[in-house]
C-alpha cells in the first residue's frame, strides 16, 4: 500500500526564507487572548513580526498600547485599533495615550503538539 504521506510534495524551503524577508527587524511574539480568532490567530499562536514594515491601513500590528502590548487591526484612517472580535470594542488612539508601533504582523504559526514545550522556553 502506498503511503498517505506520498501525496504530498516537499517544498525544499526553509521556513526562514518564506515567512522572513528582513531578519535584523523581525522578532517573534505569543499571541495572548482571543480579540483576533476572526482574523485567525488564537492564544499561544507564533505572531511573526516585522519592524522595518511601514503599516498599511487595517493591517494587523503589534504595538505598545498604553503600556500594554497588544496585536490589533489599525484604522490609520481614523487613528483606531480594532479587534476581529465583536466582544472587544475599537479603541481611538487619543493625543495621551502612549502609542509606540513595534511592528507589522506577518503571518502566525499554531503549534498543535507540545505546547507545553513551547511555553517552557518563554522567560
Avoid at 528582513?22 to 517573534?28: L, P, R, S, V
Avoid at 511573526?48 to 496585536?71: E, H, L, M, W, Y
Avoid at 508601533?101 to 502566525?108: C, M, T
Amino acid at each position: 500500500f502506498e503511503s498517505p504521506a506520498a501525496e504530498y510534495t516537499e517544498l525544499g524551503l526553509s521556513l526562514d526564507n518564506l515567512l522572513i524577508a528582513n531578519a535584523n527587524a523581525t522578532f517573534i511574539g505569543l499571541a495572548n487572548g482571543s480579540s483576533m480568532e476572526k482574523v485567525g490567530i488564537y492564544s499561544g499562536d507564533l505572531l511573526i513580526v516585522d519592524r522595518s514594515q511601514k503599516p498599511n491601513n487595517k493591517d494587523i500590528i503589534v504595538a505598545n498600547f498604553n503600556g500594554t502590548f497588544v496585536c490589533k487591526i489599525i484604522d490609520i484612517t481614523t487613528g483606531t485599533l480594532l479587534s476581529a472580535s465583536d466582544e472587544h470594542a475599537p479603541v481611538k488612539i487619543n493625543e495621551g495615550d502612549v502609542f509606540q508601533l513595534e511592528g507589522v504582523v506577518i503571518s502566525a504559526v499554531r503549534i498543535f503538539k507540545d505546547r507545553q514545550r513551547l511555553m517552557s522556553c518563554l522567560p
